[in-house]
């Protein structure tokens, strides 16, 4: 008898020591001690939905699947996202891949010293708006034990079209100045983090 009350007491100090690590009250639903109903936060990075930096919204429609939206500035005016994202743990966790749209605004009277056909010149442009789609990787981890959390991710973004900008002054661009502007505009390689903050429990 006492070998069984000890050992139910090991397993119970056991589930409570894991709840406290993994935040969890009362099992894995999202209604949950750590699985909120609403998630906001700020996101960063290269290519980023939201930008170079900017705010993110994520609204979870089950424990595996959620919709976000981001917004913030970019380098190509300000920018807009939005992702749906299916997550591998429970409770909008661990590792998941995500799918989506941007866009940005472009700018207006943009100018920068460019290599043009009567040699660098100060080149005054708009830079038009673009809209892309992306694929991306998230890793989310724990932040606390309050269901908050923190994620890196990686991917790629396609641009739809290839109308980058619109000349205002008369140069012509050499060669290299339109591949300067084809890396500049957004599209490419994609690497961010965030850290979103669960509320609404």
Known sequence: MKKLTLLIVLIALSASSFAQRGGYK???GRNNYEC???YIGITAGIESPG???GFNVDVPVTQKFSLSGSAGLGSWGYKAGGEGRFYFGECNRSWALGAGVTYNTGLK???STMPTTMGDANVAMDLN???NVFIAAHKFFNLGRNGHRFNISMGYSIRLDEDNYRILNGYTLTSEGKQVMTILAPG???????FTFGVLR
């Open 26 to 28: 009362g099992g894995k």
């Open 36 to 38: 909120p109903k609403l």
């Open 51 to 53: 930008g170079l930096i």
């Open 109 to 111: 009277n943009f100018s």
């Open 129 to 131: 708006p673009k809209t």
């Open 188 to 194: 490419g390689f994609m690497l961010g983090f965030g």
